[in-house]
Structures are given as C-alpha cells and as structure tokens.
C-alpha cells in the first residue's frame, strides 16, 4: 500500500505487480475491503432483524462493491498471477463463481426469496474470505520446501475450494434464515420466505 500511494516499487517481486496496474489494485482492493468489513453486519442476524432498512441500503453499497472487486479479480488474477495459470486458473474459477452467487444473491431478493437471497450470500461470503486461508497454505508449503510462486496455484486452488465446501455443510447444517423460525413462531409465514430450499 504504502508503494501503492507514492507510486515507487517495492522490493519484494510479488508486490511489483500491484504497483505496475495501480488502477487494476485499487479497483480490487478498495471495494473488496469494504465489502469484507461491511459483510459480518450483513450476516448477523441480531443486527439485520433490528435493521432492515439499513439491510438494504448497505447491502446495495456493499453488493456492488463485492461486483466491482470481484471483476477486477477476475482481470488482475487472470492476466498478472504471480503464480501463473495454475492460479490464474483457481482465481477466474473462483472468481466467475463469487459473481455468479452475487447476482443469484441479488435476484432471490428481488423476487422476495430471502432463504435463497441468504444462501447465496453466504456461498458469496465464503469464497470472499477465502484469500485469507491461502496464506496458511502458502506458509505449509514454504515449510514442506516448496519454492513461493510454485505454491500459489496449490494454495488457491486447496483454499478456495475448502471455503465453497465449508459453505455448503454450514448451509446443510442450517438451511434456513433464522427470520423463518420467527415467522413460523408468528403462525404468519410470508409467501416469500415460505418452506425449505429445494434447490441450492
Ligand atoms: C453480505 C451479505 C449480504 C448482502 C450484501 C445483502 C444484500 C442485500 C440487498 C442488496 C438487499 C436489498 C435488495 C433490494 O431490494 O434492493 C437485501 C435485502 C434483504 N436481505 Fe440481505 N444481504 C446479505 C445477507 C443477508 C442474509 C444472510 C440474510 C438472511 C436472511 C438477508 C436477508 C435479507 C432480507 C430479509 C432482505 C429484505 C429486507 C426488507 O425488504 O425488509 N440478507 N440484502
């Protein structure tokens, strides 16, 4: 970052790259961030059910950012992986589906289908912060001697593929949003939210 703003390049070689498209890492990064601090807030439920106004304006901020971010990962991670095509590969896989989980996110909840509008932001969710657990990755393979840009397409592929995985077992073990007990309870269901997911 520090590089990023006055424009010099830093030593470290996987950093050049950040540095050389500028634009490219600010248009990930910037929306990317907000997008992960603004999420948790999203997915609370104590939060949310207190606040759906509030759901739905900073869901549409953060929606759109997490599109942004996502598309510039697609450009970044394709055309300048440090890692080559095996992560590149892993990151335009991932990618296509982060955004293919936004717009199925975004479409449930314009048709009212919160119980599908929350299973997809999750499926969202999980693959966003799936660039954290790469590092972990990155760190074993380092140590099993594995040279650092060698490791990066392993590390991406293992990472996110366990980040999709967990998110299907969360949504196994909770298929539905809390707000459907709630209205059960209320003997009140809405059609919009009514019944168990059918389909993903
Ligand atoms: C990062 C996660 C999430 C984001 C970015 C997000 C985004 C959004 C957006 C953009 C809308 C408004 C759509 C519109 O009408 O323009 C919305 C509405 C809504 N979302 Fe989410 N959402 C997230 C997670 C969740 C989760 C986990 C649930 C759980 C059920 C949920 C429940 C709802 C409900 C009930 C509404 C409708 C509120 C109302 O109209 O009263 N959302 N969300």
Redesign the pocket.
Same mark, same amino acid.
């Given at each position: 970052m520090p590089n990023l703003a006055a424009g010099t390049l830093p030593e470290d070689e996987f950093d050049h790259r950040y540095v050389e498209q500028p634009w490219l890492a600010y248009l990930h990064l910037t929306p990317g961030v907000l997008?992960l601090l603004? *999420?948790p807030l999203? $997915?609370a439920?104590r939060f949310?059910s207190r606040h759906?106004?509030f759901?739905?304006r $900073?869901?549409?901020v $953060? *929606?759109g950012a *997490?599109m942004i971010s996502g598309v510039f990962a697609l450009i970044f991670g394709g055309l300048f992986s440090y890692g080559g095509l095996p992560e590149a590969s892993a990151a335009v896989v991932f990618g296509l589906w982060f955004l293919t989980c936004l717009v199925l *996110?975004?479409r449930a909840?314009?048709r009212?289908d919160?119980?599908h509008?929350?299973r997809w932001?999750?499926r969202?969710?999980a693959i966003g912060i799936g660039i954290g657990t790469t590092r972990i990755w990155l760190a074993l393979f380092g140590v099993a001697g594995l040279d650092f840009a060698s490791s990066f397409g392993p590390a991406f592929w293992i990472s996110f593929s366990l980040h999709a995985l967990l998110a299907e077992l969360w949504l196994r073990a909770f298929p539905n949003?809390?707000?459907l007990a709630q209205e059960s309870l209320d003997s009140s269901l809405s059609p919009r939210a009514a019944g168990a997911p059918s389909s993903p």
């Open positions: 997008y603004g *999420a999203q $997915l439920y949310r759906y106004t759901h739905r $900073l869901g549409r $953060l *929606a *997490a *996110a975004v909840i314009r009212d919160i119980v509008h929350r932001m999750i969202a969710f949003p809390p707000e």
